[in-house]
């Protein structure tokens, strides 16, 4: 279990925010395989206070996904607390704060990470926000600006002096992005350094990476991001590994068959067709991703702009792969049977 101030998780497995990723059909799918916490879309807190109806879209919810954190971007103070009055008043149970997004329209409004480069700012939000909200609070982070600029400590003791009830690193750099490895000792080193829950993320593609994880930094929780595209067993995995010890196997092609089709039913249902189809693109190449003949099949669908048609030319794609297992499953029986 994980406790976030007055809020008890039913464990300590969180699906990272992750833009055009994490709506509401996706976590939905996430929670079915025993995610403890689900994570919105990031949330611009501007938008969000002049009442864009794309950013309320973003905060659609269902009953089921609960407990459920919303997590808000920008710098200006006094916005970002407006912005959490709002989020606390819809009853979403926990609000976060991203300060490690390095995407350059993030970056360049003075919000993600670029604020890891004014420590002074980030006070200044913390307290504005912590004095406007009572509900559980999080920030977001990641080691520094740059590897000049290493302040992960320095931030992470603001955030706990400030009222914060846990933070979540990201041990790259802004600079690094996505390219290079995560350090994991820096998530080790501000577990040590703080007494609120530190979630530690980046590079969890596998059960054993979140073993490993907690066993090296010994951090409260594992908050899995790019690992989970197209891969949403990495929870129920990585829950069973480690309740239990036990490493299951990869799901089936039949399973992640039937996956791919909840998927993309659900999410003609919670945007429409059209735009559920070409949403859709990207997660059938996480899905399909190492399977036989998949590149093949990812060109035969990406010009695909009708469910029905998408449905279909993936539903052959698994046959084949179905009539191909049955016909090396044939083939070495007849061959043990000779031997």
């Given at each position: 279990m994980l406790q976030i101030g007055n809020l008890k998780i039913e464990n300590n497995l969180i699906l990272a925010p992750m833009a055009g990723i994490t709506n509401l059909p996706f976590r939905l799918i996430v929670k079915d395989e025993g995610c403890g916490l689900v994570f919105?879309?990031?949330?611009?807190?501007?938008?969000?206070?002049?009442?864009?109806?794309?950013?309320?879209?973003?905060?659609?919810?269902?009953?089921?996904?609960?407990?459920?954190?919303?997590?808000?971007?920008?710098?200006?103070?006094?916005?970002?607390?407006?912005?959490?009055?709002?989020?606390?008043?819809?009853?979403?149970?926990?609000?976060?704060?991203?300060?490690?997004?390095?995407?350059?329209?993030?970056?360049?409004?003075?919000?993600?990470?670029?604020?890891?480069?004014?420590?002074?700012?980030?006070?200044?939000?913390?307290?504005?926000?912590?004095?406007?909200?009572?509900?559980?609070?999080?920030?977001?982070?990641?080691?520094?600006?740059?590897?000049?600029?290493?302040?992960?400590?320095?931030?992470?003791?603001?955030?706990?002096?400030c009222g914060v009830d846990a933070i979540t690193l990201h041990p790259r750099t802004a600079a690094q992005e996505f390219g290079g490895s995560s350090d994991w000792s820096h998530i080790a080193e501000l577990k040590k350094a703080l007494k609120i829950p530190v979630i530690g993320n980046g590079d969890i593609k596998t059960p054993e990476d979140a073993m490993r994880m907690l066993d090296e930094t010994r951090c409260n929780g594992i908050m899995i991001g790019r690992g989970a595209l197209g891969n949403p067993w990495i929870f129920s995995r990585t829950l069973k590994y480690m309740e239990e010890g036990v490493l299951q196997k990869p799901p089936a092609e039949k399973e992640i068959h039937l996956t791919i089709k909840r998927h993309i039913e659900m999410l003609a249902d919670y945007m429409g067709e059209k735009c559920a189809v070409r949403e859709f693109r990207k997660h059938i190449s996480w899905y399909t991703k190492g399977l036989f003949h998949?590149?093949?099949?990812?060109?035969?669908?990406?010009?695909?702009?009708?469910?029905?048609?998408?449905?279909?030319?993936?539903?052959?794609?698994?046959?084949?792969?179905?009539?191909?297992?049955d016909d090396f499953s044939n083939y070495f029986s007849q061959a043990a049977s000779s031997l």
């Open positions: 919105s879309e990031m949330v611009s807190a501007i938008a969000l206070v002049r009442n864009s109806k794309k950013t309320r879209d973003l905060l659609n919810s269902d009953p089921y996904e609960r407990p459920l954190a919303v997590q808000l971007f920008g710098s200006e103070p006094q916005i970002m607390a407006e912005a959490a009055r709002i989020i606390e008043g819809l009853g979403v149970d926990i609000l976060d704060i991203n300060m490690g997004c390095p995407a350059k329209k993030v970056v360049s409004t003075g919000s993600g990470s670029a604020l890891l480069k004014d420590p002074l700012r980030i006070k200044a939000v913390i307290e504005a926000v912590r004095a406007a909200v009572t509900m559980p609070f999080t920030v977001k982070i990641r080691s520094g600006w740059d590897s000049k600029s290493a302040n992960y400590l320095e931030i992470g003791r603001i955030a706990e002096e998949s590149a093949d099949f990812r060109k035969s669908v990406i010009h695909i702009d009708n469910m029905d048609a998408l449905l279909d030319e993936t539903e052959a794609y698994f046959e084949t792969l179905e009539s191909i297992d």
